[in-house]
């Protein structure tokens, strides 16, 4: 069996038991969408396959980025029922908002000055920093600065590794995957030693690993995750209703425990420089 064959396999079976694991693992409330047909509805782009934001199973959704997204519809006047979830892939986001095929995007979707161009946001609800994620009994890697010789995997397109080679780590070896879960079971498998990407998202898959895989905890960017809405005139307004939505889940400590839930049994904590953030973006 060649190498590359190997390292398929072990890539194929530490995927399906990542999955296993993130399915079985309840990172949040669950509660399912309606149908298209069911009346009047919130149609909300999520990622299906980001454990602890965006995660799908069995019907179900589960996820910081739903719960966030669960509350704002509620405030809005929409029930549980109404509220369907759709799948918003990263390149997909913007074309998605400007045909109406979702309300809102909530997808750890950064607001940037790029983005604004062809949709508006409201938010932010939550500030993100770029991190690492390693295996739980390594020390060796305490920050960007200790890859030098170190293998690091992101997902295909991003920046996040090419931030860390070019600032802090020029002899890292880059591994590039469709997906972080694919990072992640790479990591477990032993065929990278680090992943890289927002430090939620990282809580979410180590959360999923029940305790193998760890966040290192010292962010060094900053993300705000925004609610992308369509650019039309009365985007003003829903921004407006969105970001009061957020600031209520705020004060009632909602948002606290949505953060809790989704990053369970990784001691993550949101650097507290920045969150909870003040929504006004839009207004």
């Known amino acids: 069996m060649t190498q590359r064959t190997t390292m398929r396999t072990l890539l194929r079976k530490g995927l399906a038991a990542l999955c296993a694991l993130a399915c079985a693992a309840g990172v949040a409330a669950c509660g399912s ?87 508006d946001f409201a938010g932010p609800y939550f500030v993100a920093g770029q991190d690492l994620m390693v295996r739980a009994n390594d020390d060796s890697i305490k920050g960007p600065q200790d890859l030098n010789g170190k293998r690091l995997c992101s997902v295909t397109g991003s920046t996040s590794a090419k931030v860390v080679k070019e600032k802090f780590a020029k002899e890292v070896q880059l591994m590039e995957q469709p997906g972080y879960a694919e990072c992640a079971t790479a990591l477990l498998s032993g065929i990278v030693d680090a992943v890289t990407t927002d430090d939620i998202i990282l809580a979410g898959l180590a959360s999923a690993s029940r305790g193998k895989l760890k966040v290192v905890g010292k962010p060094f960017t900053e993300e705000y995750y925004g609610v992308g809405i369509k650019k039309d005139a009365g985007s003003k307004d829903f921004a407006t209703k969105i970001n009061a939505a957020i600031e209520e889940m705020e004060k009632t400590g909602e948002w606290e425990r949505a953060i809790e839930n989704a990053t369970e049994g990784t001691g993550y904590k949101p650097n507290p420089k920045y969150n909870p953030p003040k929504p006004d973006e839009g207004e």
């Open 33 to 119: 969408g309606a149908d298209d047909g069911d009346g009047d509805v919130i149609k909300v782009g999520i990622k299906f396959d980001q454990p602890g934001l965006g995660f799908k199973k069995s019907g179900t959704y589960e996820g910081f980025d739903v719960d966030v997204a669960r509350y704002i519809a509620n405030q809005l006047g929409y029930t549980d029922s109404q509220i369907v979830f759709k799948e918003a892939p990263s390149k997909q986001r913007e074309a998605m908002l400007q045909n109406g095929d979702v309300d809102m995007i909530l997808a750890s979707y950064s607001i940037t000055d790029e983005r604004k161009k062809a949709v």
